[in-house]
């Protein structure tokens, strides 16, 4: 059963608040930048955030951080931190001065620009997370960053939840405007790592690590895109470091990856009795089984699977999109195993119980195995 963008970012949403957030994972051992930049972060506590927090730390620079207060204001207790509301509460920033400000909460256009402008004085370059959802559509296999934008329907809207994607690009339009040869902007696809509490992230690796017969969806040879938050921190304070201009789809791996491939790369890093069986895309739709949603990250690369909106009609390129340019930039990405461990490794660490918790993506243990009983039966007709 497919749902919308709205019920999707609601649900993304609820998760992020209750982000039980991951370690700094070997940070100690980066080395520090040949310069200390003054960076000041739009957000920073939620789920990449911190990460990219962490990574500029690492690298020796001076973080402060701006926003309500209300995400795991615990983080971080021995950087600045300004109080306030970036819709009609950017006082606090008045009179600072910082060499970039990384944007990872911007999604009203309005608002983006309103602290675009007051900073434009103050900071040398300005970084927005924005996403891959910019697109119009996803038709296209090996898509750049010079592709068709998406477009909104309604100019007044403000509503993310309807408009995620075309609210996106005009907050991306607010940035260059102000910042016409000072922006950077970054288009991630599937951010897949620890710190992501209950949402997309956890879902297949706990799935595999909790063992059995686990529902694969689609081919085995089926794309799939995504990206470790700490590959995505670590191109982010790169590009400050040096200082590039620019937009970059940031998803990975470097190489095509592949449904297999996916869930037999998470497969190598726990020791439980675990079996595969394939369920194609057309009976799993028969059965009102959700690409991205009760599958998570998965999609078939067909044009005429029904998606989710806005991603109508035809998404066969949305796994498939061109990282080229994000590659040629510095982007590396980290091995498989080390996103699937950190995710298993961090919410083992909450105490809670996986297989019955509600508050996650992806099938219950019971309609999965409804699921797997009604293949079963399919395939032996």
Same mark, same amino acid.
């Given at each position: 059963?497919?749902?919308?963008r709205r019920e999707l970012i ?12 991951? &370690? ?10 040949? =310069? ?36 795991? &204001? ?25 060499? =970039? ?20 004085? =103050? ?38 939840g309807k408009y995620y994607g ?6 991306? +339009?607010?940035? +260059? ?9 970054? /288009? ?30 689609? =081919? &085995?040879?089926?794309?799939?895109q995504i990206i470790d938050p ?49 369920? &194609? ?38 796994? +498939? ?30 105490? +809670?119980?996986?297989?019955?918790? /509600? ?23």
């Amino acid at each position: 059963m497919s749902v919308t963008r709205r019920e999707l970012i609601k649900v993304l949403g609820a998760a992020g608040t209750a982000a039980a957030l991951a &370690p700094a994972n070997a940070l100690g051992s980066i080395r520090p930048a040949q =310069a200390s930049l003054r960076i000041l972060f739009i957000g920073g506590t939620g789920f990449i955030g911190p990460h990219m927090v962490r990574r500029a730390m690492a690298r020796g620079h001076t973080v402060t951080l701006f926003n309500r207060g209300r995400t795991n &204001p615990h983080l971080f207790p021995e950087v600045e931190k300004l109080v306030g509301d970036r819709d009609g509460g950017l006082g606090v920033l008045e009179g600072g001065e910082w060499d =970039a400000v990384i944007d990872t909460s911007g999604y009203v256009p309005r608002v983006v620009r309103d602290s675009a402008e007051l900073l434009s004085d =103050a900071v040398q370059r300005y970084l927005f997370v924005s996403t891959g959802d910019a697109y119009a559509d996803f038709k296209k296999v090996g898509l750049e960053e010079d592709y068709t934008l998406d477009t909104i329907d309604d100019p007044t809207s403000e509503d993310p939840g309807k408009y995620y994607g075309p609210l996106k690009v005009l907050c991306e +339009q607010a940035v +260059q405007e102000t910042y016409p040869d000072r922006y950077t902007i970054l /288009r991630p696809g599937w951010i897949i790592g620890a710190g992501d509490n209950n949402a997309i992230s956890s879902y297949w690796p706990m799935r595999v690590h909790h063992g059995g017969e686990v529902l694969a969806p689609g =081919a &085995p040879t089926d794309p799939i895109q995504i990206i470790d938050p700490q590959d995505l921190a670590a191109f982010v304070i790169r590009i400050l470091e040096e200082d590039i201009n620019g937009i970059f789809n940031t998803m990975g791996p470097g190489s095509p990856l592949t449904t297999a491939e996916f869930l037999y790369g998470i497969r190598a890093v726990t020791t439980s009795a675990v079996k595969f069986t394939w369920v &194609p895309g057309d009976f799993l739709e028969e059965m009102q089984v959700g690409a991205m949603t009760d599958m998570p990250i998965w999609f078939p690369p067909s044009d005429d699977y029904p998606t989710p909106a806005p991603f109508e009609p035809g998404a066969k390129g949305f796994h +498939q999109m061109s990282a080229r340019r994000a590659i040629e930039a510095g982007l590396t990405f980290r091995p498989l195993a080390d996103t699937a461990r950190s995710i298993i490794e961090e919410y083992q660490s909450r105490g +809670q119980d996986w297989a019955t918790t /509600r508050r996650r993506f992806g099938l219950s243990l019971e309609r999965e195995a409804e699921v797997l009983a009604a293949w079963r039966e399919r395939s032996a007709r």
